[in-house]
């Protein structure tokens, strides 16, 4: 079997799912078990914002920051069967993607460059994600292999067996702790989505006020970035983080937390790691008689829907949904044997209160939990594909 | 089984003093009792009497309060059965007490499994329980065959063997015939003989007069808890002994018929009935008689009983209830035609055993006939009354009462739903002279108004001392029917009938 | 008529002969069968060494934990821990060893410890304290979450490959982890055949009362069966870091716990106790094993899987349910192994009442 | 309830005096509650103002009637899994169908009725008649509503709620004092009007007896298969009511109903109720949802780490179980009580 390389991706899970590693060569990080901070990364990504990536901005899901190209010849071939390794439709983000996926792989279908598409999901089950890989490794015809992974450092072994099988293969989203795949795809991270929004609230909000933090789940490393970042950026700010709950990204239970602190005191910002559940968040303080918050939820319709409606003052920070064309793109620039970034950061920019009505614009026939930036526009699918699911 | 005798005088086992609550109620008043190797001592008592949780304590079931148990000379107390086991003391408990799941070998082995070098060994468990069986003369029972499919007589056989295998010295039995018919209680008989010849001592619990008599060298009394007398047998006669018990005289057991009662239409016409277990039925009974269904375990009398209740079914001939061809497909169905069935288990059957009493009378109405339920409901104080129900109130849980006054909680609950015809399938199982005595009476009040009683019972006493009719059955099949009412009827001709011997049998056929 | 009952009696003799494991085993072979045509008619070979892997290796990590999960189940008891135990294991393994191969052992020897210490917490709880086991393995679950949650962020700790080889090594086309999961069933099925307290597992099961008062020491029996239950999770808290390459948390999410109980009941094992064996447990978990293969190599839509899974389970239940029914109408009064005993006097019965006897007072019966 | 209320029989401490209000083995709950109470008035006096309580009660009416609904499944001896995913699967149709449409409110509304009726039929009579432990048929159900619901809607809710839709879970009456009246609070105490009534109806007592020894109910002319149809049937349509006043409250999300189940069937337990069947009131059911969400609140008034919290509600519930089983096991009743109360059918 396949020894997991030690060398730490140069991306932030990677680094902090390696602490050791990173240990060595970064001094003043903490390693303990599970510490999501790496400053390094942080102030990386952070830099990446103002960098102005390379490529066509009407196609933002080819456009790349800061690209070091690697030359595929080795994997270039007429075979097509492209080969998906899912970790999970199992919310409103990766649905939106995996739709847009389909729509353009389907495009490619069409002009002949994908032959057979075969995808197996793992449902968030790292181990049944691990099988899954094997098992098209195994099957030995996958020309290609995109794996989403479901958590970084456990899929790692899996990956690396896969980039021993000598198939080329293309990690998105999440990541993993190896570069042995010939590009990782992602936007530019957790810890800047996380700094979007903190800082959105630094800037909005008067110093002493009030922060509630809104967390779907504890563990999943591309969330805790964005609220270590978020940490970061509120620790030499003056406001004051009343506390971080974890919701389960479940709208009563957001309901019912904000409503708890609105009922102690004030409330004056929210922060959250991820938009699902914002409206409900909003509701809080409507149904008890407070003024709005100032907020950060996601590119996710119904909270930009509500931010119109209400015309608080709040922010979209955005983690790049149109990222799920990029690996399906990726795999056929391969197989012509076309250079792609090794490490293939895309854009990330959230949707500012000058953008809002625009993309609202776009999306308006979109359903609620649909997300602005999926920029599947173009596709021969839209808007229905997105609309009936 | 060992084999040393020990001298008759010697005393095995002193218990003095023994105090025990529930509840903060005290059900044992120090009690004492002793035993004498090769001795059986019979422990009676009324209903609720406490002689079930005397056995408990000795078997380290419960703990007593207060008293001293010495095996010996030297004082021990058991914390759990295991204890007792180890000491000596096994026991056939009131309560079914094995697992249906297992085979007899496991069941009468259980906790105590032979083992070759740490491992089970099946094979020699079930040589040994068939050693065991051949020993007892039980060639019939086979160790590999698994409890479930044991008839309830069977059952409780196995429970018996598995209390002698322990090769104890001490084996209390409580009411271990009641369930038995005659046949079995014979075996039983000679069994408890072989165990005196080898000294073990024996506390025999039952509510038949008629075995006190029969196996018990002393008798120990036992009234509300608390110790009346011990006496040895040869020295007292049954009615000092339901005297002493009871504290009242019960003039005659089974109390005459109602003056005018008269056979009256007949009300229930089995005809031809038959299923996978009985075959051939034809029964009437009428109003105002009471007809006894009398047979060997497993002869089929009950199954009659649940096939006519529409809890199994007769797939053959035909059900006629005054008259009118029936079809009874569930028990609903028949307590709206106007049947009733006191069922033969009656914790397992009978009641709702964590359900006030007041919850477990009104059940059958508020399951079949709940629009009358509220206004039945009123009848109930009144007929728990009249039946002398002893109970802390209508709000008891039922499990907390004993035999006698459970049983008189399920015939309330049938009363209630004043039937035309009533089912009593082994009524007066494990219940006390009193309560016995009194749900006599009560037949006998039923049949004055009228209503026909369908008599099941193992106990040829009773059989002949109340019904009008006595059917027997044998393998299913009706053996013959025998008529002349109360007292005329002799047990033996009904044994012929039932167990086939003496086919020239002189049971009238009418 | 009884002549009819005694045939009856014996054709029952014989299907009661192929007992519930057995019939499981049978439903494992249809299934094998259905999924193969289906997988052949999508063209594609289900036999494949590469299929034949993945099966294996899809069942070895369910396998462990539903081998413990049988042997509560059969105390009629249940852990719903379990998950969070796996995890919590994982974890322990992988900080534990952290990149060394020389600290393999003494891993291995902390999660031993740590899982059989809350086995014996759920089992006290559940036969000391007598808090219902659904109750009491939910709450302990929850406190080993809370911790998890609290101390660990994400995933952490290295397993050196060494120990990896445990989740990726092969033997021909059986997967290391599959064939030790085997030979812990049939560690587990001895153990159940073999032992007092295998026996006595059974006995609990079926009625702790009478085992009480049969002089077992039932909360011993109890708290065996779980510790044993959380060794078996703990044992596959080892294969997920041996796969993981690491520890992780969140695996208390990807619903073991119901999972391995759905598996023991596939394999016929009674949720009420007293009744079934690690045998079926393995069928069981093989049967769901087939299932996500075929499901996979059919890319059946993963939402799908889930309404198949659900109706397929009850299905199956189901149709043990109705053997049980039968079963019981199936108490013959005369002949049949057991009957017998049930119903002929104590004695040998005299020959002239021997069943199938025309009973001439039978006819003359009655009143007309 | 009075079918299981027990005679005074020893020195009554409080726990007594609310058991032999509430029902056997349900003192604790009761005991717990006030002390949760209590506690959160202490930490923030606040808490205990009119506006604050109401706004409290909204939250907790959907745990509660699903934990009523839940009693009187578990009280007949039987398990409901599947509630959470059907509160999930009711949210998820009201979206789809409803679609923003004032209009179709009534009528969807209507339809998850009987669809809820249908999940209790469906679980009511795989288990009853296919003799399937109910613990695996609503188990499967379990599984079965959250895959189709996902595959119906491609993994993520579509369509919107209408605001009448939203009312009955997040609007009320406006008043003084209180601030609002919610709805949801009125329609909480109609079906505990309902319930307790139909516990002492009949029906109740029927279901009671058939928890708690069913060859005995059948043997006194219960229709067993029928009666706990109806109970399955009474969890799944509470679970509809429950998913309308949650839809309601919060609106809908992916999320929405997961892991509900065991949060209700805790609550039960919590209220004393015995699983297994048989023994507890459903007032004391509630109690315990209602603990719960207390509970809830006051780690939150306490701002206690939102992770360790998990821990602490596992200890207590274990504490709070373990102790109504030593009052309930006084006296040490080995013969008649099992000692250990099963989650499936004697079948
Ligand atoms: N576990 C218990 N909890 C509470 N009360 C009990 C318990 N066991 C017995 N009792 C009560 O103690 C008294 C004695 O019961 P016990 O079973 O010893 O009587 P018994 O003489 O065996 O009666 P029977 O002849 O009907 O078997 C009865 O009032 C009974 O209700
Ligand atoms: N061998 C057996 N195994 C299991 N159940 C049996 C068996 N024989 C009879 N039964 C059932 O047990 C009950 C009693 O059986 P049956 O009617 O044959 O006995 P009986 O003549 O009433 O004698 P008793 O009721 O005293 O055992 C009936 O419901 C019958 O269906
Ligand atoms: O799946 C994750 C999604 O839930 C979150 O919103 O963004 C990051 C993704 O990895
Ligand atoms: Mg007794
Ligand atoms: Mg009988």
Redesign the interface.
């Known amino acids: 079997t396949d020894e997991p390389a030690d060398t730490a991706a140069p991306d932030e899970s990677a680094a902090a799912e390696d602490p050791g590693a990173e240990g060595e060569e970064e001094p003043e990080q903490e390693t303990a078990d599970g510490e999501f901070f790496v400053r390094a990364d942080f102030e990386r990504q952070l830099a990446q914002r103002d960098i102005e990536p390379e490529g066509d901005p009407a196609t933002p899901w080819l456009q790349a920051i800061e690209p070091e190209y690697v030359d595929t010849a080795e994997f270039a071939q007429d075979g097509n069967t492209l080969c998906f390794s899912n970790a999970s439709v199992s919310n409103p983000w990766r649905v939106t993607g995996w739709i847009t996926m389909q729509q353009q792989v389907e495009v490619l279908q069409q002009q002949g460059l994908i032959g057979e598409f075969r995808v197996s999901d793992a449902a968030d089950d790292d181990n049944q994600q691990i099988s899954d890989i094997q098992a098209f490794i195994d099957a030995g015809d996958c020309n290609a292999i995109i794996i989403s992974p479901s958590t970084t450092a456990t899929l790692t072994p899996a990956v690396e067996a896969a980039c021993a099988s000598g198939v080329p293969v293309i990690v998105f989203d999440r990541g993993v702790n190896t570069d042995c795949m010939v590009t990782f795809i992602h936007p530019i991270g957790g810890y800047a989505y996380g700094a979007d929004a903190a800082e959105f609230l630094v800037d909005n909000l008067e110093p002493g006020s009030t922060v509630l933090a809104l967390r779907i789940l504890p563990g999943v490393d591309v969330l805790e970035n964005r609220w270590a970042a978020a940490q970061e950026i509120f620790a030499d700010s003056e406001l004051e983080v009343l506390g971080d709950e974890f919701t389960g990204g479940d709208g009563a239970e957001i309901k019912n937390i904000v409503t708890q602190y609105l009922q102690r005191g004030e409330v004056d910002g929210i922060w959250m790691d991820a938009g699902d559940g914002a409206v409900a968040a909003i509701e809080a303080f409507e149904d008890t008689g407070n003024d709005y918050p100032v907020m950060a939820g996601e590119d996710e319709l119904s909270f930009m829907r509500k931010w119109q409606e209400t015309g608080m003052t709040a922010v979209a920070p955005v983690y790049s949904n149109f990222q799920w064309r990029t690996p399906i793109l990726a795999a056929t620039m391969i197989w012509a044997g076309e250079q792609v970034p090794s490490e293939w950061v895309l854009p990330q920019d959230e949707i500012t209160e000058a953008e809002r009505d625009d993309y609202l614009e776009r999306n308006a026939d979109m359903p609620a939990l649909h997300y602005a930036k999926f920029g599947g526009e173009d596709l021969p699918g839209f808007p229905a594909a997105w609309q009936d699911r | 089984m060992s084999s040393d005798v020990v001298s008759p005088a010697t005393t095995l086992l002193r218990m003095s003093g023994i105090e025990k609550s529930f509840l903060g109620v005290q059900v044992l008043h120090g009690v004492d009792l002793d035993l004498r190797a090769g001795e059986v001592h019979a422990l009676i008592g009324e209903n609720g009497a406490g002689k079930s949780t005397l056995m408990k304590i000795l078997a380290g079931v419960y703990q007593a309060d207060g008293g001293t148990v010495e095996l010996d000379g030297q004082s021990v107390r058991f914390e759990h059965p295991l204890q007792a086991q180890q000491a000596g003391v096994s026991t056939v408990f009131q309560e079914f007490n094995l697992l249906p799941e297992r085979t007899v070998a496991e069941n009468v082995f259980l906790g105590r499994e032979p083992r070759r070098n740490r491992l089970v060994d099946a094979g020699r468990m079930n040589a040994d329980t068939q050693a065991l069986l051949t020993d007892l003369g039980l060639t019939w029972l086979r160790p590999e065959t698994r409890v479930r499919s044991l008839s309830v007589a069977g059952q409780q056989i196995v429970e018996i063997v598995k209390a002698l295998s322990y090769d104890a010295r001490i084996i209390s039995m409580d009411e271990p015939t009641a369930a038995l018919a005659d046949e079995e209680v014979e075996l039983l008989y000679r069994l408890i003989a072989t165990l005196k010849q080898r000294g073990v001592a024996i506390l025999y619990v039952s509510h038949r007069l008629k075995e006190i008599f029969d196996l018990s060298d002393r008798v120990t009394i036992l009234k509300d808890g608390a110790l009346v007398d011990t006496v040895a047998t040869a020295d007292i006669t049954s009615d000092e002994l339901v005297r002493k018990m009871v504290g009242r005289p019960i003039s005659s057991f089974f109390p005459d018929k109602v003056p005018g009662t008269e056979p009256g239409d007949v009300r229930l016409e089995i005809r031809q009935g038959g299923n996978e277990q009985v075959d051939g039925i034809d029964l009437t009974v009428r109003g105002g008689e009471i007809v006894a269904l009398a047979g060997l375990q497993g002869s089929g009398r009950t199954e009659i009983a649940h096939a006519l209740f529409g809890v199994d079914r007769f797939t053959r001939g035909e059900v006629l209830l005054d008259g009118r061809p029936v079809t009874l497909r569930s028990p609903r169905q028949a307590v709206r035609s106007g049947l009733a069935l006191v069922t033969e288990d009656r914790k397992g059957e009978g009641l709702v055993l964590n359900q006030s009493v007041a919850a477990n009378a009104r059940l059958v109405l508020d399951a079949v006939l709940p629009r009358r339920a509220a206004q039945g409901a009123r009848r109930i104080p009144g007929i728990l009354n009249s039946l002398e129900l002893v109970s802390r109130g209508s709000s008891q849980e039922v499990r907390f009462l004993s035999g006698g006054n459970q049983q008189k909680v399920v015939l309330a609950k049938w009363l209630a739903t004043e039937p035309k015809v009533i089912v009593l399938d082994e009524p007066t199982r494990g219940i006390d002279v009193g309560a016995k005595e009194r749900v006599y009476t009560l037949m006998r009040e039923l049949s004055a108004q009228g209503v026909a009683i369908l008599m099941i019972s193992s106990e040829l006493p009773e059989v002949i001392g109340m019904a009008d009719r006595v059917v027997v059955l044998r393998d299913g099949r009706i053996a013959g029917q025998l008529t002349g009412g109360p007292g005329d009827i002799g047990e033996e001709t009904v044994m012929a009938l039932a167990t086939g011997h003496d086919a020239a049998t002189n049971g009238e056929q009418s | 008529m009884s002549r009819a009952v005694a045939v009856a009696g014996s054709t029952r003799t014989a299907r009661r002969r192929l007992g519930a494991t057995e019939l499981v085993w049978l439903a494992l072979a249809g299934v094998v069968v259905i999924g193969a045509i289906l997988v052949a008619v999508d063209g594609h070979n289900l036999f494949s060494t590469a299929n034949t892997r993945d099966m294996l290796t899809r069942s070895s990590l369910l396998g462990f934990v539903a081998i413990g999960q049988t042997l509560v189940i059969l105390c009629r008891s249940l852990d719903l821990s379990v998950g969070y135990v796996m995890a919590l294991c994982s974890l322990i393994a992988a900080t534990t060893m952290n990149g060394d191969p020389a600290r393999v052992p003494l891993a291995i020897g902390a999660v031993l410890v740590v899982a059989a210490l809350i086995g014996l917490t759920n089992g006290l709880i559940i036969s000391v304290l007598k808090v219902n086991p659904f109750i009491a393995t939910l709450g302990v679950g929850l406190i080993i979450k809370g911790y998890l949650d609290t101390e660990y962020q994400g995933p952490a700790g290295d397993v050196p490959s060494s120990f990896q080889q445990f989740g990726y090594s092969r033997i021909g086309p059986v997967p290391l982890s599959t064939i030790v999961m085997l030979a812990v069933a049939v560690a587990g099925i001895l153990f159940l055949r073999k032992t007092r307290t295998g026996y006595h597992m059974f006995a609990v099961g079926g009625s702790e009362d009478v085992s009480r008062l049969s002089g077992i020491r039932t909360g011993r029996v109890i708290v065996t069966a779980h510790v044993l239950c959380a060794v078996a999770a703990g044992l596959a808290g080892l294969l997920l870091a041996a796969r993981f390459g690491t520890g992780s948390a969140l695996v208390y999410d990807s619903g073991y716990d119901l999972d391995s109980i759905a598996a023991v009941v596939l394999g016929g094992t009674l949720l009420m106790g007293g009744r079934g064996g690690i045998g079926g447990t393995i069928a069981g978990v093989l049967i769901l094993a087939v299932l996500d293969t075929v499901f996979n190599i059919l890319e059946v839509d993963p939402f799908f899987k889930d309404v198949l899974r659900g109706v397929i389970i009850v299905a199956a239940v189901a149709i043990y349910a109705r053997r049980q029914i039968d079963r019981k109408a199936s108490r013959v009064r005369f002949g049949g192994d057991g009957g017998s005993g049930g119903s002929a006097p104590p004695g040998p019965p005299p020959p002239d009442s021997a069943p199938g006897d025309p009973v001439p007072a039978g006819s003359t019966g009655g009143t007309k | 309830m009075?079918?299981?209320?027990?005679?005074p029989?020893?020195r009554p401490s409080v726990g007594d005096l609310l058991a032999r209000l509430f029902g056997g083995g349900s003192g604790t709950v009761f005991a717990l509650l006030i002390v949760v109470f209590a506690w959160i008035f202490i930490v923030?006096p606040?808490?205990a103002e009119p506006p604050?309580l109401m706004?409290f009660l909204k939250?907790a009416a959907?745990l509660m009637i699903l934990a009523i609904g839940q009693y009187f499944v578990i009280v007949s001896g039987e398990f409901d899994l599947s509630v959470g995913s059907l509160v999930g699967a009711q949210v998820v149709i009201a979206a789809a169908l409803i679609d923003g449409e004032e209009g179709r409110t009534v009528p969807v509304i209507l339809l998850m009725l009987g669809f809820g009726i249908l999940v209790g039929l469906v679980n009511g009579l795989?288990t009853t008649l296919?003799?399937?432990?109910s613990?695996?048929?609503t188990?499967?159900?379990?599984?079965?509503l959250?895959?189709?619901i996902?595959?119906w809607?491609?993994?993520?809710?579509?369509?919107?709620l209408s605001e009448a839709f939203r009312q009955p879970g997040?609007g009320g009456i406006d008043m003084a004092v209180v601030?609002q009246l919610p709805w949801a609070l009125m329609i909480l105490l109609g079906i505990v009007i309902v319930a307790v009534a139909v516990m002492r109806?009949?029906?109740g007592?029927?279901l009671?007896?058939t928890g708690?020894?069913e060859?005995?109910?059948?043997?006194?002319?219960?229709?067993v298969w029928r009666v706990r149809t109806l109970a399955f049937v009474a969890s799944s349509v509470m679970a509809t009511l429950a998913a309308i006043l949650?839809g309601g409250?919060?609106?809908?999300?992916?999320?929405?109903g997961?892991?509900l189940e065991?949060t209700a069937?805790?609550a039960v337990?919590l209220g004393g109720v015995?699983?297994?069947g048989?023994?507890g009131s459903v007032i004391a059911a509630m109690a315990g949802a209602l603990t719960l969400e207390a509970l809830?609140?006051l780690f939150?008034?306490l701002?206690l780490?939102?992770?360790?919290?998990?821990?602490?509600?596992?200890?207590i519930?274990?504490a709070a179980?373990?102790y109504a089983?030593?009052e309930r096991?006084?006296?040490?009743?080995?013969?008649?009580?099992?000692?250990?109360?099963?989650?499936?059918?004697?079948?």
């Open positions: 009075s079918a299981t209320t027990q005679q029989s020893r923030n606040s808490f604050s706004a939250q959907p795989v296919l003799k399937v432990q613990f695996i048929t188990l499967g159900m379990m599984l079965v959250y895959g189709a996902r595959l809607t491609g993994g993520a809710p579509t369509g919107a997040r601030r109806s009949s029906y007592r029927t009671m007896a708690d020894n060859r005995a109910a059948g043997f006194a002319g219960v229709r949650i409250y919060a609106g809908v999300t992916a999320q929405v997961q892991g065991f069937i805790t337990v015995v699983l297994g048989g023994k809830f609140v939150n008034q701002s780490p939102s992770t360790i919290r998990p821990a602490v509600q596992g200890v519930i274990i179980v373990a089983a030593r096991a006084r006296p040490r009743h080995h013969q008649e009580v099992p000692t250990q109360p099963q989650p499936a059918t004697q079948s």
